[in-house]
């Protein structure tokens, strides 16, 4: 059973950071195609950013988190992070991170979901 276990949310100020991790277990981590999503109150999920599987060559960004956000993987520890840089009091949200063979900016790419970490960003 394939188990995505998130961390490092948290509570910032406005232009802070904070880096969230996933740890993946129960399955080929370095099979994975990896993204990051986010959902606030009242919205709908968002893609936030992804990478692809194995060396993780190519990664995306949603348009509203380019150049503050670095999506990285560390297929040794099972491991994929997202540093956010320059929070700004709309990056508050749940964040989620997912798992899929094919990866993308879309949520019905990804198979497995880890349970979400918070992060509140303050004016």
């Known amino acids: 059973q394939v188990r995505l276990v998130e961390s490092g949310g948290g509570l910032v100020q406005a232009g802070g950071s904070l880096r969230l991790s996933c740890v993946v277990s129960g399955g080929s981590f370095s099979n994975y195609a990896m993204g990051w999503f986010r959902q606030a109150p009242g919205k709908e999920r968002e893609f936030v950013t992804s990478?692809?599987?194995?060396?993780?060559?190519?990664?995306d960004y949603a348009d509203s988190v380019k150049v503050r956000f670095t999506i990285s993987r560390d297929n040794a520890k099972n491991t994929v992070y997202l540093q956010m840089n320059s929070l700004k009091p709309e990056d508050t949200a749940f964040y989620y991170c997912?798992?899929?063979?094919?990866?993308?900016?879309?949520?019905?790419?990804?198979?497995?979901w880890g349970q979400g970490t918070q992060v509140t960003v303050s004016s």
């Open positions: 997912a798992a899929g063979a094919i990866g993308g900016k879309s949520a019905r790419q990804y198979v497995y």
């Open positions: 990478i692809t599987n194995w060396s993780g060559s190519r990664t």
